[in-house]
């Protein structure tokens, strides 16, 4: 197999969360992965990158994005930057002939993802969006279950998503709060996750009709001066949807939910049963059906295990626990097989502005007070 060569845009968070599934990607699936070679590390700072390239693995660093991305040995680009900085990066790398892994929200606006998607139809690349809660062996089973009938048909479903990391009104303004450079606050950071899943477990959102707030209008800047910056983008959002198959549903998000790390809750009613899905506990699945005698019928936890396939490439044992980094790495596994020809499981560009039409209608629907179809 021809090696995969890698150049990763960023540090960060996200930028270290790639740099290690691409790391231990072969380790865990073996000798079907081609060999991985980090190539380049760009990031801003030239001694920043030089310093989290020797960390991460890379051969060599940059301060030049563009560099980064027009290097003709490498393959694929990994963006792990600012929101407001991936359709540029993503559409230069496109029309580099490079395939793309880019987090998510896609982009700032609705158009910007257009441009996006289309950037990758033209080109014919790989693209995957940064949806890697959608690797989960819990989720897996779950549309499993769905699809032979273990709940019988669906109808109802509830999901909420909730953070505390703004929870507290005291902590500093940042480039997050802003329209230009983050676009949509909740909606676009962590509601969209809320989204992708839903459209895997039980199809696309066709209409909204919604209510977003800013629990914290003002925040003091990070100087300490005493000045305050405003708070452009929404804190919570909530909305009422229907699917294309006509079921209804109600859709809770906040990012100042005290106590909620990283709380994605779903609930999928069905005519037999209710299948219960919780992102603080990863590794467990609830499943509630209506049969057998009703004094001992309950909920019953289905623990994730080697039989819950790519579990077992990480731990040979039971109730060990998968964990977030270890979805990035089956995300890069299916960014390989996509890459190969062979079945993958991703959000590639094209399904990923079908997430950002639902997180932009539900802004706008807010906004105009009034059921929106999702365009």
Same mark, same amino acid.
């Given at each position: 197999?021809?090696?995969?060569?890698?150049?990763?845009?960023?540090?960060?968070?996200?930028?270290?969360?790639?740099?290690?599934?691409?790391?231990?990607?072969?380790?865990?699936?073996?000798?079907?992965?081609?060999? +991985?070679?980090?190539?380049?590390?760009?990031?801003?700072?030239?001694?920043?990158?030089?310093? /989290?390239?020797?960390?991460?693995?890379?051969?060599?660093?940059?301060?030049?994005?563009? &560099?980064?991305?027009?290097?003709?040995?490498?393959?694929?680009?990994? !963006?792990?930057?600012? %929101?407001?900085?991936?359709?540029?990066?993503?559409?230069?790398?496109?029309?580099? #002939?490079?395939?793309?892994?880019?987090?998510?929200?896609?982009?700032?606006?609705?158009?910007?993802?257009?441009?996006?998607?289309?950037?990758? /139809?033209?080109?014919?690349?790989?693209?995957?969006?940064?949806?890697?809660?959608?690797?989960? *062996?819990? +989720?897996?089973?779950?549309?499993?279950?769905?699809?032979? #009938?273990?709940?019988?048909?669906? !109808?109802?479903?509830?999901?909420?998503?909730?953070?505390?990391?703004?929870?507290? #009104?005291?902590?500093?303004?940042?480039?997050?709060?802003?329209?230009?450079? &983050?676009?949509?606050?909740?909606?676009?950071? !962590?509601?969209?996750?809320?989204?992708?899943?839903?459209?895997?477990?039980?199809?696309?959102?066709?209409?909204?009709?919604?209510?977003?707030?800013?629990?914290?209008?003002?925040?003091?800047?990070?100087?300490?001066?005493?000045?305050?910056?405003?708070?452009? %983008?929404?804190?919570?959002?909530?909305?009422?949807?229907?699917?294309?198959?006509?079921?209804?549903?109600?859709?809770?998000?906040?990012?100042?939910?005290? #106590?909620?790390? %990283?709380?994605?809750?779903?609930?999928?009613?069905?005519?037999?049963?209710?299948?219960?899905?919780?992102?603080?506990?990863?590794?467990?699945?609830?499943?509630?059906?209506?049969?057998?005698?009703?004094?001992?019928?309950?909920?019953?936890?289905?623990?994730?295990?080697?039989?819950?396939?790519?579990?077992?490439?990480?731990?040979?044992? *039971?109730?060990?626990?998968?964990?977030?980094?270890?979805? /990035?790495?089956?995300?890069?596994?299916?960014?390989?097989?996509?890459?190969?020809?062979?079945?993958?499981?991703? !959000?590639?560009?094209?399904?990923?502005?079908?997430?950002?039409?639902? +997180?932009?209608?539900?802004?706008?629907?807010?906004?105009?007070?009034?059921?929106?179809?999702?365009?």
């Amino acid at each position: 197999m021809k090696p995969l060569r890698i150049a990763l845009i960023g540090t960060g968070f996200m930028g270290k969360c790639h740099a290690l599934a691409w790391r231990n990607l072969r380790a865990v699936f073996g000798a079907g992965i081609p060999d +991985i070679h980090l190539e380049v590390l760009a990031e801003s700072n030239s001694e920043l990158a030089a310093q /989290k390239a020797a960390e991460f693995g890379f051969a060599r660093s940059t301060d030049d994005w563009r &560099a980064a991305v027009n290097d003709p040995v490498v393959d694929l680009v990994s !963006i792990t930057t600012p %929101n407001g900085m991936h359709r540029e990066m993503a559409v230069a790398a496109l029309n580099a #002939g490079k395939h793309v892994w880019c987090e998510k929200p896609m982009a700032l606006t609705l158009a910007d993802a257009g441009v996006m998607a289309a950037a990758a /139809k033209e080109a014919g690349r790989v693209t995957a969006l940064g949806y890697n809660y959608l690797q989960n *062996p819990a +989720i897996l089973t779950a549309r499993r279950l769905i699809d032979e #009938g273990a709940i019988g048909r669906i !109808i109802d479903v509830r999901g909420a998503v909730d953070e505390d990391y703004l929870a507290d #009104g005291g902590k500093p303004w940042s480039w997050r709060m802003t329209l230009a450079e &983050a676009g949509l606050g909740t909606l676009g950071d !962590i509601t969209c996750h809320l989204v992708s899943l839903l459209h895997y477990l039980v199809g696309p959102i066709t209409e909204v009709a919604a209510l977003t707030a800013v629990a914290h209008e003002n925040r003091p800047l990070a100087d300490g001066g005493g000045a305050t910056g405003v708070v452009e %983008n929404d804190d919570i959002a909530h909305a009422l949807v229907r699917f294309a198959s006509g079921v209804g549903g109600v859709l809770q998000s906040s990012r100042v939910a005290h #106590g909620r790390k %990283n709380l994605i809750r779903i609930e999928i009613h069905g005519s037999l049963g209710m299948i219960v899905f919780d992102q603080e506990r990863l590794n467990e699945l609830q499943l509630y059906t209506a049969d057998g005698p009703a004094e001992t019928r309950g909920f019953r936890t289905i623990l994730t295990g080697p039989q819950h396939a790519p579990y077992g490439l990480f731990c040979p044992a *039971p109730g060990h626990q998968l964990g977030f980094n270890d979805l /990035k790495v089956i995300e890069a596994a299916n960014i390989v097989a996509a890459i190969e020809g062979r079945p993958s499981h991703l !959000i590639d560009f094209a399904s990923g502005y079908r997430i950002e039409a639902v +997180i932009h209608a539900i802004a706008c629907s807010a906004q105009e007070q009034r059921w929106l179809a999702v365009a």
